[in-house]
């Protein structure tokens, strides 16, 4: 792959042909779990993949990461200005994840386990290509509101 698709563009060519490796193959990432996190944790306020893997299937997951700080932003500031207690702004936080990101990354879940498995993830292909409209009710169902 390096060679017959990265090499096309010269400096990764470069790169490629004068760097020296750690590793004598190249390492990829694999069997990331894609479960349930907590959104806040030891009384930290998580975001992005921290708060909740995103799945490749739920859009763009920097821009998740960047309403997700948007969010905890705005229990933050409400602390600070001594409009609500510790435990509130924790629990605020979480409350408006949920209600902005829940359902999309269940979603997302669900249909990750769909592809892995060579027969199931045909199958999910062949099916959904007959049933256009699906796509769109999956891609609204995983990629959320702009913010």
Avoid at 21 to 44: G, M
Avoid at 62 to 73: D, E, Q, R, V
Avoid at 106 to 132: A, C, D, S, V
Wanted: with cysteine; charged share 25%; hydrophobic share 40%.
């Amino acid at each position: 792959m390096e060679q017959n698709i990265l090499y096309k563009n010269p400096f990764l060519k470069k790169i490629f042909s004068e760097s020296e490796f750690l590793f004598p193959e190249p390492l990829t990432i694999s069997q990331i779990s894609f479960d349930k996190k907590l959104q806040v944790e030891n009384h930290v306020l998580m975001a992005g993949d921290a708060a909740g893997m995103i799945t490749p299937l739920c859009g763009n997951g920097m821009s998740m990461a960047l309403h997700s700080s948007k969010i905890a932003y705005e229990s933050i500031h409400s602390f600070l200005n001594g409009k609500i207690t510790r435990p509130e702004m924790e629990e605020q936080y979480t409350r408006q994840w949920k209600m902005n990101f829940e359902r999309r990354l269940h979603t997302g879940r669900m249909i990750q386990k769909l592809f892995g498995k060579e027969f199931i993830t045909n199958r999910f292909i062949g099916m959904i290509k007959y049933f256009p409209f699906l796509i769109n009710r999956i891609v609204r169902a995983t990629h959320g509101d702009e913010f």
